[in-house]
């Protein structure tokens, strides 16, 4: 009966530790799969910073033109100034240039504003990245405590057996002596069972 509870406990210990290496896999897929996410957030990141620094091109490329055109009407309002004679026109030119440089600059300001947004968005990614791959690290580092404590529940079964095979290998010892005492029951009382018999003729 001991060695029955014996067994009994390292198959409940097997079947423990069999469900503790199937959690260890999922939580390594699990890892995986996290991985793969921050992964695509840091490639969405990269995008977003692409498009910020090609807005940030343009930007760069408008105000050049911007102080292109500025140039252009101090040029004309300095022409205006030594020929008075074209005032009217030249200061219609310039009235016009200076509609559009205008326009231009509440254009850059909207794409300035556009890119600040799109900056904060990225800000806010990147903390949400680091604490995913915190998150990520946590669950590794669970996986490598229970790695050793499922090596340390293996090691105590494996302890358990030799014990749990020198209760059972009497019994077996047992059970082939008594085997052999039957066996050999047998063949005597087969042997004397003719000389029995024969006695009972001779009588007859």
Known sequence: MHVAV???????????????????????RAVAVEILLVFVDVALILIALGAILVQVGTVVIDVSLILVAVHAIV??????????????????VVSRKLV????????????IHAIFVQVAAVVIDVPLILVSIGAILVQIAFVFVDIPLVLIAVGAIFRKVPLVLTNILPIVL???????????LGKR???????KNAPEQTSC
């Open 6 to 28: 014996q067994v009994l406990a390292i198959l409940v210990q097997v079947a423990l530790v069999l469900v503790d290496v199937f959690l260890i896999i999922v939580a390594i």
């Open 75 to 92: 040029v004309q309002v300095f022409a205006v100034g030594l020929g008075l004679r074209a005032v009217d026109a030249e200061l219609l």
């Open 100 to 111: 559009l440089v205008v326009v231009d600059i509440a254009l850059i300001l909207i794409a």
């Open 174 to 184: 047992n059970i082939l002596l008594l085997r052999s005492r039957i066996l050999a």
């Open 189 to 195: 009382t087969a042997r004397e069972q003719p000389r």
